[in-house]
């Protein structure tokens, strides 16, 4: 079955802690992306790619560090840059067909709590 | 700045009501997305509306984009409790045609809770 997998489910980490959280898509998608989601709010975009080896940053990309070394791979390394790290992250992948449409695929997002 | 504006936030209605949520947003944009959002879960993309006056149904949800007014509804009919969970709109941050989708700023979400 084709899609997006995140791991792990649920991540703690210390203070100071680097982290990564794994993303990997076998949609033969290009572009994917990582968002971070707080309680009550929206998603709001950390870094995206749109083909391999380029990344740019998004709205709220301090503290935050991505590679794209693999069209199926985009991790993410939350740094102890990171003042307030605690959220819900999903990331994504989409299309874009000739017709106009795209679909945006999620993965099942990593739960990080800071201790 | 796009700035995306849900209302209601909450919503509690009876099972068997009608209901409208409204997404407004501040710049030009060609596209919108709707999404769903289950407690403690992913994203499901619902509904993609690709120009004005694009209009789409999946069962009790129908989804609508007036881009001159720059407004988006998701009306519920007959509601049911499955339909109990967090929907989200998003607007895309260019106007390209070949905007990708994941460019996009979401609205804060309507938590919809449908009771018997």
């Known amino acids: 079955d084709g899609g997006i997998t995140q791991s792990p489910k649920y991540l703690f980490r210390k203070e100071g802690q680097n982290v990564t959280l794994s993303c990997e898509q076998n949609?033969?998608?290009?572009?994917m992306y990582w968002y971070r989601q707080d309680p009550g709010q929206g998603l709001r975009l950390i870094y995206y790619s749109q083909i391999v080896n380029d990344f740019q940053k998004g709205d709220i990309a301090e503290g935050y560090s991505v590679s794209r070394e693999k069209k199926e791979s985009f991790p993410l390394t939350v740094t102890s840059a990171q003042k307030n790290p605690t959220a819900f992250y999903l990331c994504?992948?989409?299309?874009?067909?000739?017709?106009?449409?795209?679909?945006?695929?999620f993965g099942p997002g990593t739960r990080l709590t800071v201790l | 700045e796009l700035k995306v504006e849900q209302n209601p936030l909450f919503l509690s209605m009876q099972e068997g009501k009608n209901y409208t949520i409204y997404c407004n947003y501040s710049?030009?944009?060609?596209?919108l997305y709707w999404y769903r959002q289950d407690p403690g879960k992913s994203l499901e993309s619902l509904f993609v509306?690709?120009?004005?006056?694009a209009v789409k149904q999946e069962g009790r949800l129908m989804a609508s984009l007036d881009t001159k007014a720059r407004l988006s509804t998701l009306h519920i009919t007959a509601a049911v409790h499955d339909l109990s969970a967090t929907y989200f709109c998003a607007v895309p941050l260019s106007k390209s045609y070949n905007t990708n989708a994941g460019k996009s700023t979401f609205g804060d979400g309507t938590t919809l809770t449908v009771k018997p």
């Open positions: 949609l033969n998608h290009d572009a």
């Open positions: 710049t030009t944009s060609d596209r």
């Open positions: 994504a992948s989409s299309v874009e067909t000739g017709l106009g449409t795209d679909t945006q695929y």
């Open positions: 509306l690709l120009s004005n006056g």
